[in-house]
């Protein structure tokens, strides 16, 4: 199992990015795929979860009504969809597949990880 998160750059306060997450691998598993991220001297947070059916997404508090995540089975993508971005949205963001079967937001619940990408939102 492989991933691959990139669309991170520099945005201004209230503008929009969008991240993509590629998998690939035969043999997934899991439940389905998370983003997380991890600000400057920081732990990881939870930002978003959906499963493979499409039937459950999660989002963390802070961002729910301005992120949404998405996937292209076609693609082997998983898209996180950021408006209306926050400086307090500056993070490294990580894709991940989770293979726990404990609470999505746990970052121990997730084995395969992307290797992050930066986005940087200015005042």
């Known amino acids: 199992v492989q991933l691959q998160a990139f669309g991170g750059g520099l945005v201004q306060a209230g503008g929009s990015l969008r991240l993509s997450c590629v998998y690939s691998?035969?043999?997934?598993?899991?439940?389905?795929v998370g983003w997380f991220r991890q600000a400057p001297g920081k732990d990881y947070e939870f930002v978003a979860f959906?499963?493979?059916?499409?039937?459950?997404?999660f989002y963390a508090d802070s961002v729910e009504g301005r992120f949404t995540i998405t996937r292209d089975n076609a693609k082997r993508t998983v898209y996180l969809q950021m408006n209306r971005l926050e400086p307090e949205d500056t993070a490294v963001y990580y894709c991940?597949?989770?293979?726990?079967?404990?609470?999505?937001?746990?970052?121990?619940?997730?084995?395969?990880w992307g290797q992050g990408t930066q986005v940087t939102v200015s005042s």
């Open positions: 991940a597949v989770r293979t726990g079967t404990s609470y999505y937001s746990r970052k121990n619940e997730y084995a395969f």
């Open positions: 959906r499963d493979w059916t499409g039937r459950s997404t």
């Open positions: 691998g035969s043999d997934f598993g899991g439940s389905g």
